[in-house]
């Protein structure tokens, strides 16, 4: 099964939680009417309420069929249904930062590396080259004082995701076996198990809701010593004690729905995990270490239990917990990691090239005749393979190792400081233009961004000129963590700043275009609802600005012929070539965005023809990958490094 295979089993987990969230419900409804009106007429009959003529003889029970009142179901089940929703959108809200507000809820300590002691900073060197080796961008890293060995990846997208591990793992494991747990970590973000993760921490709020809605309740039942105030409190307690029991069948079902979506990819990410190191020892060992270890996996912060789902190991102890367990038990993870020890795999490794920059029109100009994508060409094109992404391999975790090797170490802190990582894509931006341009964009940053941000960008522009572009590539991925951290203020600015010095000078480089596009998606909020994914004959009109553009901009100097173009996208019997004059860089980010929604396998089709289209003219520049990578990041698909 391959990445794009593992997004699609996802996409289908997700539809199971939603039946199963709605038959939760459903049984909620039930359990809840049939409570509300038994004690309605309950306190009814028992407060001397006479039998009519015809209810003599029977049953309570009986009686009180007889007298539900249709309204009151209805009201009872509106009030439910209403409850669930809004305690589920709520702490959809609450986590709508991604991974960093389940980190926040948790009282990590985000790391910084400047501050970091030697253990930490291995720690964050085995995070940055799984992230580099990926081709995503370098997640936060958090760490809990916590004296087990656990982990956890959270976000809802690869740009909003954290790594949480606890002090317990950092002190314990050596490197391969924290190697082995981020691999299995970022098997989670890769194969799509984190996104669907963080909307069962929002729905199973919602189940539980009535319980935590008793037991509030019952602790507010205060009322005054007389007897009509006693029979009040004990009717209201009453009331809260069956809500909480109602609510013990929530949490029944929370349980179920958890052990039902979560144990089969605990499995799946230990298998990636050893093919993406190709070291069983690594993932093996952390899973011995935890079973020799005095507080084994536990997590004792007292909101363990609403994310317990997304730990390396079992977060939680107690009959319920065992029951319903999230994760498999060690001996049978270890086990089933055994025979992967022998079998040994293979992996292939492909060669990067070195980015160089084309110029192309302005962000909201028509694609220009006069300018073209570097004459550069490269034979690395074929490793950047479109049915690779999230195929992390040893190949891959060698090229970053390399890639973070050359970066020098006064670029990487400049990425890790708050102001200096806004600084350094400011001068990243101001680099190709000319000295009368930067001087312009120079006055309007002094009076429209942060001064400790000013005062560090000339040293910024100064350092963004040393660097090839694959280098500036490398040194955004690693910032957009840093800048994930701002204020919504201060993310607004930032995004209003760079969006002014991309089109200051009335054009617009795909470099630029890939910073605008990967500084939106970190910083803009992320969109937690669940919506419908679409096949590519919905999107036939995103799909042929995509192309369109594609195309264009790769022919400009040999003329785009419409049958040439629907020949080599054969794939879309319905694509139509458009004009260049209709296309410009706004237009092309709206079609991405809208994109996102393609169902996973229509995903690789669409990435394959933008592939073929590069190649259209017998040449790829490098700047060109570099497109291919954004594109991959914007639909979630990250591609992995290369060796350059």
Known sequence: MDFYQHQDSARRNT???????????????????????????????????????????????????????????LGVAAVVVATVFVASQFKAMQLRRGGEAVAAAMDGELLNRDLATSQQKLLLNVVEEMAIASGMPVPAVYLFAEPSINAFAAGYRPTDAVIGITQG????????????????????????DMRLNMRLISLLSGITIIGTAGHMLMRSSQFSSSRRSDNKRGAAMAFGLGLMIIGFAGTFFGKLIMAATSRQREFLADASAVQYTRNPQGIAGALQAIQNNAYGSQWQHANAAEFSHLFFGQGMSGLMSRVFATHPPLAQRIQRISPLMAQGNRGQIASAAQPTEPVLPGYGAQPDPATRPSDVTTSAFAGIDP????????A??????????????????????????????????????????????????????HPAVFKRLQASLATAQTLNQQQQWLALLESLPTLKQLSRDQQRIFIANVKYLVEHDKKVTLFEWCIFELAKQTCMPVNVSIVRELASSHLTNEVSQLLSFVAHSNWVDLGTDEKRFIALCAQYPNLRLIDKSALNFRILSACVRRLHQLAPLEKPKLLKAVVTLMQGDGRVSDN?????????????CPMPATEA
């Not at 708050?418 to 600084?423: D, E, G, H, V, Y």
């Not at 931006?429 to 429209?448: D, G, I, Y």
């Not at 060109?624 to 979630?636: F, G, H, R, V, Y």
Request: glycine share 6%.
């Open 624 to 636: 060109e990958i570099m497109l291919l990578k954004t594109l991959s990041l914007c639909l979630d």
């Open 396 to 449: 891959a975790i060698s090229a970053a190792q390399t890639q973070l090797a050359a970066m020098p170490a006064a670029i990487a802190q400049q990425t890790r400081d708050i102001f200096t990582a806004r600084a350094f894509v400011y001068g990243m931006l101001l680099n190709p233009m000319t000295p009368e341009e930067q001087a312009f964009a120079l006055e309007r940053l002094a009076t429209k961004s």
């Open 387 to 394: 049915l690779a992404a999230g195929m992390i391999t040893p």
């Open 15 to 73: 539809a199971l939680l939603i039946a199963l969230f709605i038959t939760a419900v459903v049984a909620l409804i039930i359990v809840t009417v049939v409570f509300t009106t038994a004690f309605v007429h309950y306190f009814q009959l028992g407060s001397g309420i006479h039998l009519e003529a015809h209810e003599t003889g029977r049953s309570l029970w009986q009686v009180w069929l007889g007298r539900v009142n249709p309204e009151l179901v």
């Open 169 to 192: 793992a950092l002190d314990t494991l050596t490197r391969e076996q924290l190697q082995g747990v981020i691999a299995h970590e970022f098997s989670h973000i890769l194969h799509g």
